[in-house]
């Protein structure tokens, strides 16, 4: 067999030269807009927190860069969170529990879905608690859950408000029972604040839906929304099936809850720091911007 002799010019210059010149593009060099399919700059997106110019469509956010938002300067006190055990029931579908948990890790950064952290909020002390959906889609399991009870025990030492922003799909079925645990745990934890008197105030994102919705998610002293949240226990499409009827436009969004009487206040995203500062402020007898007194809440402090 007669082997055709390699043409050095098309086979090693071409390569070397093409390689040289070749552009590269970022994947996430533009964001498309869900509501109008605009295509808008990501650094654009990113410094209007996630919120398309122009249609005002509010897209999903970290927690890290939901906390930056919130606390004054930007700068907060993580809250250490407990550890708990990894795949206490060695469950596996596609993939192992265990192999989803590390992708999820290496993805986010985090060690699960929620993030608190403590500092002041227009100059008001608070303790913050954010689900962050882009671990394993902000699901409740032990380690959300242990998180949540963490959170409002920090307030409770602090005499803070406790702020929530939930982003959750429900439930973790990876860890079955232990995760619904933590619907009754987190209930108890919320008692204790009203107990104490301390304000508990839902920030509802989207999607909240589930035993999230079904627990602390629905059991703020205040019920704020971002605009077009999708809020349920069951979704629009698993209710259509069941009772098979065509259900009303906006059906289980943040609009149509607030008209109904389920959410409190819509509020858009670049207000909710002003929004929440204010009525912790009317719940705790403090004027927003200035130090609090030391009857109402303690000094900001690292917590132990």
Not at 178 to 201: D, E, F, G, H, W
Not at 227 to 251: H, N, S, Y
Not at 280 to 294: D, F, I
């Amino acid at each position: 067999m007669m082997v055709e002799p390699m043409n050095w010019i098309s086979e090693v210059v071409r390569p070397k030269i093409k390689t040289l010149f070749k552009r590269e593009t970022p994947e996430n060099l533009w964001v498309k807009c869900p509501d109008t399919g605009q295509m808008v700059f990501h650094k654009e997106v990113e410094s209007n927190h996630w919120v398309i110019p122009g249609s005002e469509h509010h897209l999903k956010m970290s927690a890290q860069a939901r906390l930056k938002m919130m606390f004054d300067e930007g700068t907060w006190i993580d809250v250490p969170l407990p550890e708990v055990a990894t795949d206490p029931l060695k469950f596996r579908d596609e993939k192992r529990y265990v192999d989803r948990l590390k992708d999820a890790r290496a993805k986010t950064g985090m060690n699960d879905a929620f993030k608190v952290g403590f500092g002041r909020v227009s100059g008001l002390p608070m303790t913050l608690a954010v689900q962050d959906f882009a671990f394993m889609a902000g699901s409740l399991g032990m380690a959300a859950g242990e998180a949540f009870v963490r959170g409002a025990e920090t307030a409770l030492d602090k005499r803070t408000p406790y702020i929530l922003f939930s982003a959750s799909g429900g439930a973790r079925m990876q860890e079955g029972i232990l995760s619904l645990m933590q619907m009754p745990r987190t209930t108890v934890a919320v008692r204790r604040l009203n107990a104490a008197k301390l304000p508990y105030i839902v920030v509802l994102s989207n999607p909240t839906t589930g035993g999230v919705t079904a627990s602390y998610a629905m059991l703020g002293d205040v019920h704020l929304a971002e605009p077009g949240a999708l809020i349920c226990f069951a979704g629009p499409r698993v209710i259509e099936q069941t009772i098979r009827e065509k259900l009303p436009d906006g059906f289980q969004r943040a609009e149509y809850l607030r008209d109904h009487g389920m959410v409190d206040q819509v509020v858009h995203r670049h207000a909710l720091k002003d929004t929440i500062a204010n009525l912790c402020g009317l719940l705790t007898n403090q004027a927003p911007g200035m130090q609090p007194a030391r009857t109402a809440a303690a000094p900001v402090q690292e917590p132990a």
